[in-house]
Nanobody, 124 residues
């Protein structure tokens, strides 16, 4: 099993920045694929970004150029640096992990393990 705990959420103004963290524990050697999803009020959950074990990254078009996903393997910690935040970025952000070394996709089925989420609120 793998446990994921997010932190770093909060409230910011439009144009502000936040960095989310996700501490992974348990059988982390099984999960080389990690990422972030989000769910805004009244909307479906969507993939934000993922990172493979070798550091390859991919992003949803709506966050490309503003968000950066990274990982510290020594600390078993995943990060999501968010800049130029917009009100439409308001959502609960979830840390996710999938088995294997490569994610290939931002579809939910790929990710077996999910954190409980952290709230990000961007006000205008």
């Amino acid at each position: 099993q793998v446990q994921l705990v997010e932190s770093g959420g909060g409230s910011v103004r439009t144009g502000g920045s936040l960095t989310l963290s996700c501490a992974a524990s348990g059988d982390t050697y099984k999960t080389g694929c990690m990422g972030w999803f989000r769910q805004a009020p009244g909307k479906e959950r969507e993939g934000v970004a993922y990172i493979d074990r070798d550091g390859y990254t991919a992003y949803a078009d709506v966050v490309k150029g503003r968000f950066t996903i990274s990982q510290d393997n020594a600390k078993n910690t995943l990060y999501l640096q968010m800049k130029s935040l917009k009100p439409e970025d308001t959502a609960v952000y979830y840390c996710v992990a999938g088995s294997g070394d490569n994610c290939y996709t931002l579809e939910e089925y790929r990710y077996r393990y999910w954190g409980r989420g952290t709230q990000v609120t961007v006000s205008s």
